[in-house]
T-cell receptor
Framework: GQNIDQPTEMTATEGAIVQINCTYQ??????LFWYQQHAGEAPTFLSY??LDGLEEKGRFSSFLSRSKGYSYLLLKELQMKDSASYLC??????????WGAGTKLIIKP | IAGITQAPTSQILAAGRRMTLRCTQD?????MYWYRQDLGLGLRLIHY???????GKGEVPDGYSVSRANTDDFPLTLASAVPSQTSVYFC????????????FGPGTRLTVL
C-alpha cells in the first residue's frame, strides 16, 4: 500500500528552528509537496520538490532524498503565526496526490 | 470572486437527505478535485475532473457523485447522506493535471446526524 509518515505533533520555541520530517512509500514518485494549514482553514502551498536537494524560500526550506523516500521541511526564526499543521503529499506514478496526516506544530513564546 | 469559493460554509444534515456542496473557481483552471479531511487522516480524494465534461473516481468515491458542466463549477452531491460522511470537505483546482500545484477552497464542514 501507499504510505506517508509524519510526526503527529511537534513543539518549538519562538525564534528557534524546527525540522519536520516526512517519509513515504508510494507506487512511483512524481514530486513532493508541503502545505501549511492553519486550524479551520484551507491548506496553502509552501513548496514543491521533484529533484534531490534543498529548496530555500525565505524562512522555509524543503529537502528531498528520493533514494531514501525522505523529505523534511525546515522552518527558521519561528514566529507565533507558524503554529499550524504541515502536510506532506506525494504524486504517485498515476499522478494522484497521496497525503500524509499532517504534523501539528505548536510554537511557545 | 477571487480564487475558489465553496458553499455552504457549514451544514447539519439529517441522515438520508440529499445534499449538494458547491464549488466555483475563477482562475480558469482545467483540473478540479474534491477531498474530505478527517481527524488523524490525510486528505482523501473523492472525485476529480481533469477538464470540463470529464470526471474520475478517487480513493473514496462511494456515496458521492460529481458533474463538470463547465470550467468554473464542480458540485459534489451526496445522494443519501450517512453519519460516516461527517467531515470537512475541500474543493481544489490546478491549472492542469499532472504535477501542477493544487489550490484549495475554504472548505465545508458537514455534520450528518
Amino acid at each position: 500500500g501507499q504510505n506517508i509518515d509524519q510526526p503527529t505533533e511537534m513543539t518549538a520555541t519562538e525564534g528557534a528552528i524546527v525540522q519536520i520530517n516526512c517519509t513515504y512509500q508510494t507506487s512511483g514518485f512524481n514530486g513532493l509537496f508541503w502545505y501549511q494549514q492553519h486550524a479551520g482553514e484551507a491548506p496553502t502551498f509552501l513548496s514543491y520538490n521533484v529533484l534531490d536537494g534543498l529548496e530555500e524560500k525565505g524562512r522555509f526550506s524543503s529537502f528531498l532524498s528520493r533514494s531514501k523516500g525522505y523529505s523534511y521541511l525546515l522552518l527558521k526564526e519561528l514566529q507565533m503565526k507558524d503554529s499550524a499543521s504541515y502536510l506532506c503529499a506525494v504524486f504517485d506514478s498515476n499522478y494522484q496526490l497521496i497525503w500524509g496526516a499532517g504534523t501539528k506544530l505548536i510554537i511557545k513564546p | 470572486i477571487a480564487g475558489i469559493t465553496q458553499a455552504p460554509t457549514s451544514q447539519i444534515l439529517a441522515a438520508g437527505r440529499r445534499m449538494t456542496l458547491r464549488c466555483t473557481q475563477d482562475m480558469r483552471h482545467n483540473a478540479m478535485y474534491w477531498y474530505r479531511q478527517d481527524l488523524g487522516l490525510g486528505l482523501r480524494l473523492i472525485h476529480y475532473s481533469n477538464t470540463a465534461g470529464t470526471t474520475g473516481k478517487g480513493e473514496v468515491p462511494d456515496g458521492y457523485s460529481v458533474s463538470r458542466a463547465n470550467t468554473d463549477d464542480f458540485p459534489l452531491t451526496l445522494a443519501s447522506a450517512v453519519p460516516s460522511q461527517t467531515s470537512v470537505y475541500f474543493c481544489a483546482s490546478s491549472p492542469g493535471q499532472g504535477t501542477d500545484t493544487q489550490y484549495f477552497g475554504p472548505g465545508t464542514r458537514l455534520t450528518v446526524l
